[in-house]
């Protein structure tokens, strides 16, 4: 499996093209701690819509879902062309000048054409990638999926094979003459981080909290 994805024209980074990657285990990695990607297309009648989903990725595919019935599912089910976004928000850059505020951020793009999974075990399969990446361990414990929950969702991939990332990391960046200025400045870095579980209020008080509900860490 090569290291990197191939650079083509439409992940060739022009802006700030410093910050490309095109590194597969980086690119995995940011796919991996997301949660929601953003799906963007256009309708057949020249509308585009961006829709975002919970997704997660198995090898080299996204797996993303939703309602059968759904706008962007039918679409895409189509043979519409397809262009995936995930970012994560790792800090607030406050430089001396407004001008060079900034964010510390983690973000791929993905071109490409999504396929409709109609082949029962790898669509179950799919939804056991999306209950354990939100929570390790949930799969078995909680009831999974019927035949008639299984015909109400449709599940469509998307092979990895035009990607590209962009990630910011670092310090403040000012103008020369702005350091002299007495403003403070740097970085707030920012994490997602998980309270305590709240039971549903129908949940029998006798059921213990898991583990990985009260150990949840991303």
Known sequence: MPESFPVTDRTRLLREANRAVYDRDVICRILDEAFVCHVGFTGP??????????????????????????????????GLPVCITVSLTDGLVLARSVFNHSMNYRSVVAFGYAQVIDEPAEKLAAL??????????????????NEKELKATSILKLPLTEVSAKVRTGDVEDDADDYALPVWAGVIPLRLVADAPLPDSRCDPAIPTPA???NYKR
């Open 45 to 78: 009648d020249n509308q585009p819509f961006v829709i975002p989903t919970m997704f997660a990725r198995v090898a080299d595919h996204l797996y993303f879902h939703g309602s059968a019935a759904s706008r962007m599912l039918r679409g895409l089910s189509s």
């Open 128 to 145: 056991q990638a999306f209950t354990e990446k939100l929570i390790p361990g949930r799969w078995n414990d909680a009831r999974q999926p």
């Open 212 to 214: 990985y509900a009260t």
